[in-house]
């Protein structure tokens, strides 16, 4: 989990820069992903003390940063302000629950539609050569046919009767079966050889 965290942290903050208009490239890009791995790196070792999984940044807000134009720090100060008071004051709270599903559903896939474009307007700048793109291509293929078939690597896992093994082969096949955790750890796996 907090291998893929740190993979999507870079993503996140890259695509926030691209959105933002901000260079991603030299020491002050460097800088914001220092940054960023550090607060999410700070915030995940909170939520594991707390007996919860990594937290890491909302790729969502790439989105909404395309979308409005609006990538100023007291915006998303604000923003948090309110979210704080809408979590405090529950009747409040409750009108944002009381929004029909498929508004929300049409606006989370809108949001994540521009998350998605903002990483192909990053894939689209790079230089690519061919080791870039086998890498790009197996990761992809394998993350992506994970999402079609999520069971496809568990038939290959072994069971076990003893509950620390069981629990450990568990835990590798929700890896294998997440299709952006298997396609991170390609990716890195590749990249590294």
Do not use: H
């Not at 991603?24 to 007996?51: C, H, K, W, Y």
């Not at 990761?139 to 496809?152: C, K, Q």
């Not at 079966?177 to 796996?189: E, F, N, P, Q």
């Amino acid at each position: 989990g907090y291998a893929v965290s740190t993979i999507e942290t870079v993503g996140d903050v890259t695509a926030s820069c691209v959105a933002s208009r901000l260079e991603t490239v030299g020491p002050e890009f460097e800088s914001r992903i220092q940054g960023g791995l550090l607060a999410d790196g700070l915030n995940s070792i909170g939520a594991g003390l707390m007996t919860g999984n990594p937290t890491t940044t909302f790729s969502a807000n790439n989105g909404v940063i395309a979308m409005t134009r609006t990538a100023n720090r007291s915006a998303g100060l604000w923003a948090c302000a309110w979210l704080v008071f809408f979590g405090v004051f529950g009747k409040i709270g409750g009108v944002f629950i009381a929004i029909p599903d498929a508004v929300l559903g049409g606006m989370t896939t809108f949001l994540f539609a521009n998350v998605a474009v903002s990483g192909l307007k990053i894939l689209a700048d790079i230089q690519w050569n061919r080791r870039d793109r086998f890498i790009a291509a197996a990761s992809l293929s394998i993350g992506l046919g994970v999402v079609i078939v999520p069971t496809a690597f568990t038939f290959f896992m072994p069971s076990s009767d003893n509950g620390a093994v069981q629990a450990l082969i568990d835990g590798v096949i929700i890896i294998l079966s997440t299709g952006y955790c298997i396609g991170a750890l390609i990716a890195s796996l590749l990249n590294g050889i």
